[in-house]
């Protein structure tokens, strides 16, 4: 994870009477959300949108949830978008905790289905383990 800059220490660079650097300068900007460059974008019509291409047969985490930003390898879980497993089918979306096993995968199409504890429900809804 890249180094964090709180807003306090920007604002320490840009006050009156001071020149900041080139260094400080691309601190400013790299703190900033691009929507070119991070696929994050938001309208009061349709709120949050994230783009996710999903070019390649390979998992694509979408949002990670972190106890601290500081420090931390893994989030303690995360959103991510599953390629289609079969061909056209559109893509799963899968709950997943730190391990990255998916505790709840959600799959549209065709081939509608739910799966707790599993990415490839063989039905509209598939449990996986034991309950308690």
Same mark, same amino acid.
């Given at each position: 994870? =890249?180094?964090?800059?709180? +807003?306090?220490?920007?604002?320490?660079? !840009?006050?009156?009477?001071?020149?900041?650097t =080139?260094? *400080? !300068?691309?601190? /400013? #900007?790299?703190? *900033?959300? %691009?929507?070119?460059?991070?696929? /994050?974008?938001?309208?009061?019509?349709?709120? /949050? &949108?994230i783009?996710?291409? #999903? $070019?390649?047969?390979?998992?694509?985490?979408?949002?990670? #949830? !972190?106890?601290?930003?500081? @420090?931390?390898?893994s989030?303690?879980?995360?959103?991510?978008?599953?390629?289609?497993?079969? %061909?056209?089918? %559109?893509? $799963?979306?899968?709950?997943?905790?730190?391990?990255?096993?998916? +505790?709840?995968?959600? +799959?549209?199409?065709?081939?509608?289905?739910?799966?707790? $504890?599993?990415?490839?429900?063989? @039905? +509209? /809804? *598939?449990?996986? $383990? &034991?309950?308690?």
């Open positions: 994870m =890249e180094d964090l800059t709180s +807003r306090l220490q920007l604002k320490e660079y !840009f006050k009156a009477n001071l020149i900041p =080139e260094e *400080q !300068f691309h601190a /400013l #900007i790299d703190s *900033q959300t %691009s929507m070119a460059d991070d696929g /994050l974008y938001t309208d009061a019509e349709s709120a /949050l &949108q783009e996710v291409p #999903i $070019g390649s047969n390979e998992t694509r985490n979408v949002l990670s #949830i !972190f106890e601290s930003l500081k @420090g931390s390898d989030p303690h879980w995360s959103l991510a978008v599953e390629p289609g497993k079969l %061909s056209g089918e %559109s893509p $799963g979306l899968s709950f997943n905790d730190a391990a990255t096993n998916s +505790r709840l995968y959600l +799959r549209q199409g065709g081939n509608d289905g739910l799966g707790i $504890g599993t990415t490839d429900p063989a @039905g +509209r /809804l *598939q449990v996986r $383990g &034991q309950s308690a």
